[in-house]
T-cell receptor
Framework: EAGVVQSPRYKIIEKKQPVAFWCNPI?????LYWYRQNLGQGPELLIR????????DSQLPKDRFSAERLKGVDSTLKIQPAELGDSAVYLC??????????????FGPGTRLTVL | AQTVTQSQPEMSVQEAETVTLSCTYD???????LFWYKQPPSRQMILVIR??????QNATENRFSVNFQKAAKSFSLKISDSQLGDAAMYFC???????????FGTGTSLTVIP
């Protein structure tokens, strides 16, 4: 079974430029998460989807960040415009369903973003 | 707000020995779940072990076990018979019973010495 796929793995951009990250969750997984992991820190949840609906986006900086999960499968996270402080690893995770009694999150390899 | 604290930024252990990683958390909820995740260098984060707060029995997965002290809000991970492949960053995580909040600690970097 293929795991969570993310692309690109690395991205270097100049500040004020736009950038987009793509995530393909494990087939059949209804719940998808985007996290940001700063250097030396644990991941911080940005947004959580159940199918195509964003059920928790309270930590997403909506002035410059946006996300979508059309058709409830793949998801894209966008930053426009990027700032120096956005440099981090962006992790995508998926789980079969949002049921904490059985939920296990499967993480992708992440996209390392560097903003110059 | 819930917080997760890992007070040991770095730990080391001799191969085949036992090591314990500490984690404390703060919550006002009675229903929640606790996790330990492993993140090897440049590789994907994977779940090591999970504990439901309503269960008194400590979770165990092969060489990995936890010491869950609900009253003390402590959730430590014990790795027995440490192997070189155990070297990684370990994150403690908390999830509320409603599933709406998920918090990670800052991580503990574990080195296994041959």
């Amino acid at each position: 079974e293929a795991g969570v796929v993310q692309s690109p793995r690395y991205k270097i951009i100049e500040k004020k430029q736009p950038v987009a990250f793509w995530c393909n969750p494990i087939s059949g997984h209804n719940t998808l998460y985007w996290y940001r992991q700063n250097l030396g820190q644990g991941p911080e949840l940005l947004i959580r989807y159940e199918n195509e609906e964003a059920v928790d986006d309270s930590q997403l900086p909506k002035d410059r960040f946006s996300a979508e999960r059309l058709k409830g499968v793949d998801s894209t996270l966008k930053i426009q415009p990027a700032e120096l402080g956005d440099s981090a690893v962006y992790l995508c995770a998926s789980s079969p369903r949002d049921d904490v009694s059985t939920d296990t999150q499967y993480f992708g390899p992440g996209t390392r973003l560097t903003v110059l | 707000a819930q917080t997760v604290t890992q007070s040991q930024p770095e730990m080391s252990v001799q191969e085949a020995e036992t090591v314990t990683l500490s984690c404390t958390y703060d919550t006002s909820e009675s229903d929640y779940y606790l996790f330990w995740y492993k993140q090897p260098p440049s590789r994907q984060m994977i779940l090591v072990i999970r504990q439901e707060a309503y269960k008194q029995q400590n979770a165990t997965e092969n060489r990995f076990s936890v010491n869950f002290q609900k009253a003390a809000k402590s959730f430590s991970l014990k790795i027995s018979d440490s192997q070189l492949g155990d070297a990684a960053m370990y994150f403690c995580a908390y999830r509320s019973g409603t599933g709406n909040q998920f918090y990670f600690g800052t991580g503990t970097s574990l080195t296994v010495i041959p």
